[in-house]
């Protein structure tokens, strides 16, 4: 055999070894592996994804508060698309031509091959109409969504709203995608992963006029959406219902809680908005409009809000004298009314004033004295306030006392480095500090922190973190949250300070709940842009507390006039499920009352 023929022997084995290779490739291709089939009907396939409905939300006695209602989408693929009436579509849709025109344009923009939303959250009503049109339409297709629906239009802070996703939305997770939909605020963002269920696909095979002929392979690749889980709320409905009556025409907040789970019975900030206003295609106009109003409805102020706690913080500055010794219950303190020095008090009342006495008239001169005792026992004043600082830092003051509030305010506790670099060195004193010893100066606290103060005074010396979900369907790990926090200040050391707040309620503010004792304390806020602020925080009954309550009223001018009487009607609308007849004109005063100027002139000096 000659070169030249094992040469071609050669040449003829290499190729038959590279045809065997195509061939088998090709068998892999067209027998073995489905993605060639995928590709092959890809652009016949229609993949339509499945929105799951949102998870309910209940009052903490089973009342449904949020439920879902349908609505559609209409979606577009511009390279479907064909010649249209543009007025018809437009008429259909309630838009205007030029909408549409950008409508259609951003699609494009975006993508002439893949879905793009042209007009969201169509009624079902609206949508009866459009769909028997919709075959006019070659590219147009619609996809079924769900909207937020409330039974009760209260608690919007609390529960929160639901809108598109933003682009940075996408970017942190990957289940969402342009368009879809995500809790803005409140318990749905708070608690989306939970809320938002899972969505599913279905497949379809379409002909060359883009219409549906049947489920892909029998729909055994289609995914069923999984709807998101319900939650049970800590909010006592009716209660929260009640509290947005009362705060009418008001500015403030209110924080219910019950002391011993720290589950929050009702929280409110005032002035509020219904929640379905944020819902469907009016939110964006809606939106804009609470964003503007000068009251400020979309601000959260009872997580949020930072106000100095005045005379509400005096018991705690008591406690806190009490436990290291600097006062005991014999100790007495002279008082001059509005003669005293370095602080004067309000009024004159019975002097030497006791522990008891200075909560009730809520001396000045006492608290003073027993502010600068604290301060003074301590070898230096950095060690003394230091001391007196991490007390305040106990009662979960100047940090979040909530893990379940992403927007929650840590409010504001002064440490000796703050005043160290305020006063550029060490010469500070209690003296030069002493309005922290009456709740005022640089303490900033928030409705909800005092509210938590409330229940530490009800459970004499420790609390449970506050939270307002009781629980996530099918989930047991939340028991974690039950954790006890302690103050380390003795249990002992409660009564003097009960006593106090007992004759407040009943001897100088006469707003006794018929058949319920319990203890409050007022106080006043100072307010440099109007009338004061009025503050009280109380918890009930004195004997087994079932509620602790914070509540503010903003240019109220004093503690005693709105928040003291509207804590009382609170109190006594939860644990006795109505109101007295005899106490039904605190409630018309209360509700009818018009306190949202800082400069009413019915209320200033």
Request: charged content about 20%.
């Amino acid at each position: 055999m000659n070169n030249l023929s094992k040469r071609s022997y050669v040449v003829a084995a290499v190729f038959a070894v590279v045809g065997l290779i195509y061939a088998i490739n090709l068998f892999r291709l067209q027998v073995l592996d489905s993605d060639y089939k995928k590709y092959a009907t890809n652009n016949v396939l229609r993949e339509v994804v499945q929105y799951p409905a949102r998870g309910l939300v209940y009052d903490r006695n089973g009342e449904l508060m949020v439920f879902n209602k349908t609505a559609y989408d209409l979606l577009i693929i511009p390279r479907e698309v064909e010649k249209f009436d543009t007025l018809l579509l437009c008429n259909l849709l309630d838009i205007s031509p030029t909408e549409l025109e950008e409508g259609i344009a951003k699609a494009k923009k975006y993508s002439r091959y893949k879905p793009s939303v042209l007009v969201k959250q169509i009624s079902p009503e609206n949508f009866a109409v459009l769909q028997e049109q919709l075959y006019k339409f070659k590219g147009f297709h619609s996809q079924t969504r769900t909207l937020r629906e409330y039974t009760h239009p209260v608690a919007a802070h609390v529960l929160g709203y639901v809108g598109e996703v933003s682009s940075n939305d996408i970017k942190r997770d990957g289940y969402y995608k342009s368009g879809d939909y995500i809790g803005q605020s409140g318990i749905e963002k708070t608690y989306e992963k939970q809320l938002r269920g899972v969505k599913g696909v279905k497949k379809y095979m379409v002909d060359v006029h883009n219409r549906i002929q049947g489920a892909y392979l029998n729909g055994r690749e289609d995914k069923p959406a999984e709807i998101g889980k319900n939650l049970v709320s800590t909010i006592d409905i009716d209660l929260q219902v009640y509290a947005e009556k009362l705060f009418q025409n008001k500015k403030g907040a209110v924080v219910a809680i019950e002391p011993a789970s720290g589950e929050i019975l009702a929280m409110l900030s005032a002035p509020t908005y219904d929640p379905a206003l944020l819902v469907g295609r009016v939110r964006g106009s809606n939106f804009s409009r609470l964003q503007n109003d000068t009251l400020m409805p979309l601000f959260d102020r009872s997580l949020q809000a930072r106000y100095p706690p005045g005379s509400t913080f005096k018991p705690f500055n008591i406690l806190i004298g009490l436990q290291e010794g600097a006062i005991t219950t014999s100790t007495r303190v002279v008082c001059h009314g509005k003669s005293s020095q370095p602080i004067r008090c309000t009024h004159d009342h019975v002097s030497p004033a006791s522990v008891v006495d200075a909560v009730r008239e809520s001396c000045n001169p006492f608290l003073w004295n027993t502010f600068r005792n604290t301060i003074n026992k301590f070898p230096s004043t950095t060690e003394g306030f230091a001391t007196w600082s991490e007390y305040v830092q106990r009662f979960g003051l100047g940090e979040r006392v909530s893990t379940e509030f992403y927007n929650e305010n840590p409010g504001l506790r002064p440490t000796v480095e703050y005043y160290n670099q305020k006063f550029d060195g060490t010469w500070w004193r209690a003296l030069t500090v002493r309005s922290l010893a009456i709740g005022q100066g640089e303490m900033g606290t928030t409705p909800i922190q005092m509210a938590n103060c409330a229940a530490i005074l009800a459970n004499k010396g420790y609390y449970y973190q506050p939270h307002i979900i009781k629980q996530v369907e099918n989930d047991t790990t939340r028991q974690s949250i039950l954790f006890k926090h302690e103050t380390g200040i003795d249990a002992r050391h409660f009564e003097p300070v009960y006593e106090g707040m007992r004759q407040v309620t009943i001897a100088r503010l006469n707003r006794f709940v018929p058949g319920i004792s319990y203890c409050g304390k007022t106080g006043t806020i100072q307010n440099p842009q109007g009338i004061d602020h009025g503050a009280y925080i109380a918890f009930a009954p004195e004997e087994d507390p079932k509620i602790a309550i914070c509540v503010y009223v903003e240019h109220s001018k004093w503690g005693a006039s709105y928040a003291a009487p509207m804590a009382s009607l609170l109190i006594e609308k939860y644990l006795n499920d109505t109101i007295a007849s005899n106490r039904l004109v605190y409630e018309k005063q209360m509700m009818e009352a018009v306190l949202t100027d800082p400069h009413n002139p019915e209320l200033a000096d």
